[in-house]
Nanobody, 128 residues
Framework: QVRLVESGGGSVQAGGSLRLSCKLY????????MAWFRQGPGKEREGVAA???????SYADSVKGRFSITYANAKNKVYLQMNNLKVTDNAMYYC??????????????????????WGQGTLVAVSS
């Protein structure tokens, strides 16, 4: 059974950094597309960053230059390094996964409805 378990959220002042982790359990394929989404208070869920098994990374414009996504194959973990955090980054962060068929991930990395597996979320709170 495939499971995603996030960790690393917390409270930080604006300008600070956090690293989120998401461990993937029970995934039987070598092809993957893993992404981080977030949903702030009163906001719709939005894609933040994605990485696929070809090493292609995608970022939302709002986080480019501040966030970095990496995948550690040996650990089956995806990380989201978040630097220079802003109050607008306040949200519950979720990792999600789907099989990267036909290079799907590089074209539609933030199409949330297509992702098959989701974690339970980890909260990031940024104060001014």
């Amino acid at each position: 059974q495939v499971r995603l378990v996030e960790s690393g959220g917390g409270s930080v002042q604006a300008g600070g950094s956090l690293r989120l982790s998401c461990k993937l359990y029970g995934y039987p394929y070598t092809s993957y597309c893993m992404a981080w989404f977030r949903q702030g208070p009163g906001k719709e869920r939005e894609g933040v960053a994605a990485v696929d098994s070809d090493g292609i990374m995608s970022y939302a414009d709002s986080v480019k230059g501040r966030f970095s996504i990496t995948y550690a194959n040996a650990k089956n973990k995806v990380y989201l390094q978040m630097n220079n955090l802003k109050v607008t980054d306040n949200a519950m962060y979720y990792c999600a996964e789907k099989k990267n068929e036909g290079g799907w991930c590089r074209y539609y990395p933030f199409r949330s409805s297509a992702y098959e597996y989701w974690g339970q979320g980890t909260l990031v709170a940024v104060s001014s």
